[in-house]
């Protein structure tokens, strides 16, 4: 008769007893102790995924305190440790957490300074004394000039705009009528596409799509020199360079026009 080969539940009593045993008879016991483990976490994580990934198909947001909180299973087996994130429930779920952080239809915008404005009228009073411009560029004599160097809230603490606004001019401001400029900004939508020989330049891209409110020294008005044209150009800042004129247009109660540039051009 051959030798009896202990059996499994033997061979595991006699380890945890430890009751004497072959180096083999123990090496059996803890492989097989290991691959119970292996069997349970298998077992658990297989459960553990299934049950996450039902969860994630109800509610992509059920997902997002779960992982915020930190609980995930001990045994859980995911995707992303296997190496593969590309179908992670955790990767899913900081990739929703940050676009809802950042995306600004989700959470809402500040208003800007000139949008929280006070409904007191401010106090006029000169904030810039002194200012000095560059040149545009070495092929021209035109000076750069952007929005915020023609902003009467900056300049003059000015809010709302009165139609005697360029009585508080300061020199340097009332200097600039009459000089070629080149200046940066969107083009406010027109009714034609092409052909364009005048239209309204805005500071930004939030003016001409509606988003806000201009104030009356955020649009210019731009007459283009003889003989040149443009097409609506959508979404895009690009220059415009001409004759910089302070030029305001009012009734008895509102300003509806102050700057505007003629004999000008589409820098392109």
């Known amino acids: 008769t051959g030798p009896t080969v ?23 016991a803890s492989a097989t102790s290991s691959m119970s483990d292996v069997k349970r976490e298998v077992t658990t994580g297989v459960v553990t995924q299934n049950s996450e990934k039902t969860a994630e198909a109800d509610s992509t947001t059920a997902i997002v305190p779960a992982v915020a909180k930190g609980e995930t299973g001990k045994n859980t087996l995911t995707t992303s440790e296997a ?3 590309s179908g992670s429930p955790t990767v899913q779920a900081s990739a929703v957490m940050e676009k809802s952080s950042t ?13 929280e404005a006070s ?6 009073k000169l904030l810039i004394a002194e200012k000095t411009f560059r040149p545009a560029a070495k092929d021209t004599d035109a000076i750069r000039v952007s929005y915020d160097d023609i902003d009467l809230l900056k300049i003059l603490n000015m809010e709302p705009v009165p139609v005697n606004a360029a009585e508080h001019f300061p020199q340097w401001l009332n200097d600039l009528n009459g ?10 939508p027109t009714f034609e596409a092409t052909g364009l020989k005048a239209f309204h330049m805005a500071r930004d891209n939030g003016i001409c799509c509606f988003v806000r409110q201009p104030k009356i020294y955020d649009i210019i008005g731009v007459k283009l020199a003889q003989g040149q044209t ?39």
Not at 119 to 124: F, G, K, L, N, S
Request: hydrophobic share 35%; proline share 9%; net charge negative.
């Open 6 to 28: 202990p059996e499994e539940s033997d061979v595991q009593s006699d380890a945890l007893k430890g009751s004497p045993s072959t180096p083999a008879t123990v090496a059996e």
């Open 83 to 85: 190496g593969d994130d």
């Open 179 to 188: 000089r070629r400029v080149r200046i940066r900004g969107f083009m406010y």
């Open 119 to 124: 409904a007191e009228p401010r106090e006029i």
């Open 230 to 268: 443009t097409d609506y150009i959508e979404g895009k800042p690009f220059d415009v360079e001409g004759t910089f004129l302070i030029a305001p247009e009012a009734d008895s109660e509102e300003l509806f026009q102050l700057y505007k540039i003629v004999d000008a051009f589409v820098v392109k």
């Open 103 to 115: 995306d600004p239809t989700s959470l809402g915008t500040e208003a800007g300074p000139d949008e």
